[in-house]
């Protein structure tokens, strides 16, 4: 491992054996999550430490979802699709700061962690069996039976977004999408 993840995993100086090269390790603290950010230009929650932008693999299979009844080959895109978990999304992700919001992540409350770890393996296996159904319904010439299935895995996709949503703002109240598009007319 390199320098540079020692750096931003252990802290500045810090080295993978254990000692310091210029100044001591510090300890992961709930200001640090908030220097981050307010760094970070991907939306980072200053409580919490996870960032909404890990929701976006989930949100483009809703849509998909959404759009099946009217072109049944996004069918094909969907079969496609594999879930990555927090860590491998912004690992691939081509964003400038990743490391700052995977150090966020790293430093997000444990329990906090694992609960959106566990919703976000939960609704990984709804959409793996929700989306094979779906496969296995064109396979069978049910194509029928795509659009509602597909309609009824969105809502189910959907109720777990809110749910993670919520987690990963810790049940603040976001603004309204409404007050977000008057912000940017301004």
Same mark, same amino acid.
């Not at 080959?73 to 690992?91: M, T, V």
């Given at each position: 491992m390199d320098s540079s993840f020692s750096q931003t995993f252990l802290g500045e100086g810090a080295s993978l054996s254990g000692t310091s090269q210029s100044r001591?390790?510090?300890?992961?603290?709930?200001s640090r999550v908030a220097e981050i950010a307010a760094q970070a230009r991907i939306g980072v929650d200053s409580v919490t430490g996870l960032a909404t932008d890990f929701l976006n693999q989930f949100n483009e299979v809703s849509m998909l979802l959404d759009m099946i009844a009217s072109?049944?080959?996004?069918?094909?895109?969907?079969?496609?699709w594999r879930s990555?978990?927090?860590i491998a999304h912004f690992a691939?992700?081509?964003?400038?700061?990743r490391h700052l919001v995977l150090e966020a992540y790293q430093?997000?409350?444990?329990?906090?962690?694992?609960?959106?770890?566990?919703?976000?393996?939960?609704l990984a296996d709804i959409l793996?069996?929700?989306?094979?159904?779906? &496969?296995?319904?064109?396979?069978?010439g049910a194509e029928a039976a795509v659009a509602p299935?597909?309609?009824?895995?969105? =809502?189910?996709?959907? &109720?777990?977004?809110?749910?993670?949503?919520?987690?990963?703002?810790?049940?603040?109240r976001r603004? &309204? =999408?409404?007050?977000?598009? &008057?912000?940017?007319l301004r």
């Amino acid at each position: 491992m390199d320098s540079s993840f020692s750096q931003t995993f252990l802290g500045e100086g810090a080295s993978l054996s254990g000692t310091s090269q210029s100044r001591p390790r510090r300890a992961p603290t709930p200001s640090r999550v908030a220097e981050i950010a307010a760094q970070a230009r991907i939306g980072v929650d200053s409580v919490t430490g996870l960032a909404t932008d890990f929701l976006n693999q989930f949100n483009e299979v809703s849509m998909l979802l959404d759009m099946i009844a009217s072109d049944a080959s996004l069918l094909d895109d969907l079969e496609a699709w594999r879930s990555r978990d927090y860590i491998a999304h912004f690992a691939a992700s081509g964003f400038a700061d990743r490391h700052l919001v995977l150090e966020a992540y790293q430093l997000s409350p444990p329990l906090t962690r694992r609960r959106f770890d566990a919703l976000c393996g939960e609704l990984a296996d709804i959409l793996a069996q929700g989306l094979a159904f779906l &496969s296995n319904c064109r396979t069978a010439g049910a194509e029928a039976a795509v659009a509602p299935a597909a309609e009824a895995l969105s =809502q189910e996709l959907r &109720s777990h977004l809110d749910r993670l949503d919520a987690l990963i703002h810790a049940g603040r109240r976001r603004p &309204s =999408q409404g007050f977000v598009d &008057s912000m940017f007319l301004r």
